[in-house]
């Protein structure tokens, strides 16, 4: 079974800090994505990445920064916490090549509240 | 306009019921098409995928409408386990996938 996990389920932070949300797979995807879900809008795409050291912005990227240093490792950055940055941040994986996106395998979701 | 909306919901239905979803989607060159449900405080995960031709598994049935931009999940004998947040998926270009704000069905005893 694919298995993606998160650093965190849970994560407190103060407004301005630096926030690092990790994302692991172990079943060799080229593909990574970062999400948020808000209640009423789904999930909104942040950042995703085809392969290692590449990333492409999402529909909303603004106030984040990614890292994708080896394959399996996909890390969200937020560089100043703000409050509206309150959300469930999910991460996923899938295979890449001709096919494109497919089936995608998410972690189980960091829930960060920023105070 | 969204480019993916569904049905507002909640969907309270009593077991054994049948119950549709409807999803329409505003890109018309659209690839693919999916359904994920997500259950309370857990991950999304596919639950099937859309063909062209309408395709079924077990109580579930998918279809497809490309000249109206719609698709659709029906649910027949409604469980209390089908609970959940269903998450119509619209696959728009290579590598770019639209997620639907979701529908939410409780099913009820």
């Known amino acids: 079974d694919v298995k993606v996990t998160q650093s965190s389920r849970y994560l407190v932070k103060r407004t301005g800090e630096k926030v690092f949300l990790e994302c692991v797979q172990d079943?060799?995807?080229?593909?990574m994505f970062w999400y948020r879900q808000d209640p009423g809008l789904g999930l909104r795409l942040i950042y995703f990445?085809?392969?290692?050291?590449?990333?492409e912005k999402g529909d909303i990227p603004e106030g984040y920064s990614v890292s994708r240093e080896k394959k399996e490792r996909f890390s969200l950055i937020l560089e100043s916490a703000s409050t509206n940055q309150t959300s469930m941040y999910l991460c996923?994986?899938?295979?890449?090549?001709?096919?494109?996106?497919?089936?995608?395998?998410f972690g189980p979701g960091t829930r960060l509240t920023v105070l | 306009r969204k480019e993916v909306e569904q049905d507002p919901g909640p969907f309270n239905v009593p077991e054994g019921a049948t119950v549709a979803f409807n999803c329409t989607y505003s890109?018309?060159?659209?690839?693919?098409f999916f359904w994920y449900r997500q259950d309370c405080r857990k991950e999304p995960k596919l639950l099937m995928s859309?063909?062209?031709s309408g395709n079924e598994d077990g109580r579930f049935t998918a279809q497809l409408n490309r000249a109206s931009q719609y698709i659709s999940l029906l649910i027949r004998d409604s469980k209390l386990s089908d609970s959940a947040t269903y998450l119509c998926?619209?696959?728009?270009?290579?590598?770019?996938?639209?997620f639907g704000p979701g529908t939410s069905l409780s099913v009820i005893p």
């Open positions: 996923a994986s899938t295979q890449g090549g001709l096919a494109g996106i497919n089936e995608q395998f």
């Open positions: 079943m060799d995807h080229e593909n």
């Open positions: 990445s085809y392969d290692v050291k590449m990333k």
């Open positions: 890109n018309s060159a659209s690839q693919s």
């Open positions: 859309v063909y062209s």
């Open positions: 998926v619209v696959k728009t270009s290579y590598d770019k996938v639209i």
